[in-house]
């Protein structure tokens, strides 16, 4: 005969449980960010990973806030620079 389940055990799956919805919600909560960098990848012509001013000509919330996106003046928008300036933004907005 199977021995029951003892309701410690029950008690830890369920946390377990609880602790990966959290941990997919956390990861779905942000879709602006999965939005920007899916926006990034397309609009990355040559595909290097970076966007150029050129890259971001169609897009102009971009090209006019590019010199504060590119942190670092190297004329180029990294992902990480995108990542930041996001969360400028929504600091801004909070
Ligand atoms: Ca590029
Ligand atoms: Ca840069």
């Given at each position: 005969m199977p021995r029951p389940i003892s309701p410690l055990l029950r008690c830890c799956v369920a946390a377990a449980l609880v602790a990966l919805t959290c941990l997919a919600n956390a990861q779905s909560v942000n879709p602006r960010a999965a939005e920007a960098l899916q926006k990034l990848k397309a609009a990355?012509?040559?595909?290097?990973?970076m966007l150029s001013r050129e890259e971001v000509k169609d897009m102009p919330r971009l090209s006019k806030a590019f010199d504060r996106i590119?942190?670092?003046?190297?004329?180029l928008i990294s992902p990480e620079e995108l990542r930041a300036a996001g969360q400028k933004l929504k600091q801004r907005n909070e």
């Amino acid at each position: 005969m199977p021995r029951p389940i003892s309701p410690l055990l029950r008690c830890c799956v369920a946390a377990a449980l609880v602790a990966l919805t959290c941990l997919a919600n956390a990861q779905s909560v942000n879709p602006r960010a999965a939005e920007a960098l899916q926006k990034l990848k397309a609009a990355d012509a040559n595909g290097d990973g970076m966007l150029s001013r050129e890259e971001v000509k169609d897009m102009p919330r971009l090209s006019k806030a590019f010199d504060r996106i590119d942190a670092d003046g190297d004329g180029l928008i990294s992902p990480e620079e995108l990542r930041a300036a996001g969360q400028k933004l929504k600091q801004r907005n909070e």
